[in-house]
Nanobody
Framework: QVQLKESGGGLVLAGGSLRLSCAASGSIFSINDMDWYRQAPGKERDLVARISSGGTTHYADSVKGRFTISRDNAENTVYLQMNSVKPEDTAVYYC????????????????WGQGTQVTVSS
């Protein structure tokens, strides 16, 4: 099994910054994509940012230029640096990873963290 543990959420003023972390642990041979999603009350869970194992990144239009995703492959950790936050960034942020668990496995499994609340006040 694989566990994803997020940290770094909290309350921040509009225009401020916050850094989320997500550490993966357990039976891990390699991790393909690592992502951050968010879900606001009454809305669907949406992709915020994605980073491949090689470092290629993708961002939702709403966060481009403000958020930066990065990862430490040696530590199986992904980060989300959130700058110039806005009240509309308020949501529960979820970490997601696509994991290959053993050297002999050809299957990648999808895992989710439990989520961390980010609240931006105006």
């Amino acid at each position: 099994q694989v566990q994803l543990k997020e940290s770094g959420g909290g309350l921040v003023l509009a225009g401020g910054s916050l850094r989320l972390s997500c550490a993966a642990s357990g039976s891990i041979f390699s991790i393909n994509d690592m992502d951050w999603y968010r879900q606001a009350p009454g809305k669907e869970r949406d992709l915020v940012a994605r980073i491949s194992s090689g470092g290629t990144t993708h961002y939702a239009d709403s966060v481009k230029g403000r958020f930066t995703i990065s990862r430490d492959n040696a530590e199986n950790t992904v980060y989300l640096q959130m700058n110039s936050v806005k009240p509309e960034d308020t949501a529960v942020y979820y970490c997601h990873a696509v994991v290959r668990q053993t050297v002999s496995s050809t299957v990648f499994y999808s895992y989710w963290g439990q989520g961390t609340q980010v609240t931006v006040s105006s």
